[in-house]
């Protein structure tokens, strides 16, 4: 991300797909640092990995993503989650609101060459962490639930 401005990191997470909403996160709910803490420390383990040499591995990402995060709650009313995604200025900017939307391409859109793959998503709750990681040899999914 050339600029590094809430404008911009919006029409980024726009670009998936996602509508991005106008609403503020919930104050109540942990920050994108403590919820990125949570998923981020040597015990965490994957619930799904995808081989970075997949063929289709961006897709994939998404299908299990998707798959995990219905699985474990983080779809609110009309499908609303918190999203944080990687780049620069990313950490000041708090979540996104955003719906989910048929069609949504979370990783084929957010990846990038020179940054990789890195989102962090939050039910409105506060209770249910999904999250994809880009590591060594594989994108990991990560599910923690908080409360």
Not at 56 to 75: C, I, P, S, T
Not at 76 to 98: K, M, N
């Amino acid at each position: 991300m050339t600029e590094s401005t809430r404008e911009t990191w919006l029409n980024r997470i726009a670009a998936t797909g996602l509508t991005v909403s106008s609403d503020a996160a919930p104050g109540e709910v942990p920050s994108v640092r403590e919820a990125l803490q949570s998923v981020v420390h040597w015990e965490v383990q994957p619930v799904a990995t995808v081989p970075l040499s997949h063929p289709k591995a961006l897709q994939e990402v998404d299908r299990q993503w998707h798959v995990h995060a219905e699985q474990n709650g983080l779809f609110g009313e009309e499908g609303s989650f918190l999203l944080s995604i990687s780049g620069t200025g990313s950490s000041t900017f708090g979540w996104a609101v955003v719906k989910w939307s048929p069609g949504a391409e979370l990783a084929p859109r957010l990846a990038k060459p020179d940054e990789g793959l890195d989102f962090l998503t939050m039910s409105v709750d506060g209770r249910v962490v999904c999250a994809v990681t880009e590591e060594e040899y594989d994108y990991w999914i990560v599910v923690q639930n908080l409360r």
